[in-house]
DNA sequence: GTCTATATAGAGATAGAC
DNA sequence: GTCTATCTCTATATAGAC
């Protein structure tokens, strides 16, 4: 299919400046790395990097977005529902444990963003709206079949639970004996009442 | 008595210094907070700062072994057990409400110190080593006396308990709606089987 | 104890050659 | 699409006057 790759090796290095920049920003956070640094990891200066993403922000954001469209929370989890979601978050820190970037990267940013100027901000207030909303609304349907334990609520079941997978992968990178998935399944099963 | 107002101007500068510092790095972050910036804060040039403390990080560790001293958990909680040390631990959340610097202080500094070269990871490692220790022993005191749900592990519930805290306050600092003693209060109780 | 001035280094971003 | 060279700004830290 004829010939183009000059450009497709343009979108390779898009690639390879995204994952480089991955490893950069979990490493030291957004502010603290710096573009030479992610350029030169992908054997780059830092100019060209920038020809490709204009801005250290715009490289942040892109970051950001590559990995919601890729991986989990966020993609997919619109179909499941009840315990089924409930569940897909605990294989989703199951398949964190073997990615220490990700959660590197979204622990650093994290504590980072909470300040209303970081240029990660306005992502990651959204990002928890949305999935403290799915994980709530996963709760409240487990509370109409009546496997909610009694006296919960599905809100704060929720919040309880993002906080949980969040706090846990604090502990986590600091000693990696820590069982994240363990962790968010005993948080899950404490709150459903098996029938019979 | 007896007139030593100028090491008393002294340690009042150094009080105004970590002040300054505290919101700053709650603010920006240890990396992205400057001392140039902190010393402005408090009316002085970066070489007067730097006189009281020689270099950043010595700034950062001094922020952070004065709050362990001043604020909880860490202070006094050895002397608390079982319940009473899991109702402590709710009634720091609340307190924390009232302090929004010295919680974007340990939000953001411990996503940033999970990095092994950080100046404060050491400083995160043994905090979260030594209130981890004392939230698993408050929950095995609790299992002794028969309170404690059955089929729970009290290292495990420990962990998810601190980690509920420090969710809790990342979204907190997101959205300042969410209540965190309450959180905190209703994991606690999660957990706790009242006799009778 | 605080200042001005400076050393040294690195940051993000742009201009223009190739 | 990538480079070299450079602009401008800011950083931590130090020297030495007061």
Redesign the interface.
Known sequence: MGGHELSARGAGTRALILDAAVDAFA???Y??ASVREIAARCGLTHPALLYHFPTKAALLMAVLERRDSVGAPGGGMDALHGEDLLAHLVETAARNAAAPGIV?LF??????A??PSHPAHDF??AR?ASL?GMVERAYRELAEDGRL?PG??PA?AA??L???????Q??W???RS?DMA??VA??VS??IVTPG
């Open positions: 490493e030291s956070g502010a603290a590197e622990a650093t940013l994290a504590g980072e909470t300040a990651f207030v928890y403290l334990t919960v609520d704060d919040r309880r993002v906080a949980v997978m969040d706090g846990l604090v502990q990178l600091l000693d820590v363990a962790g005993a948080q404490a709150h």
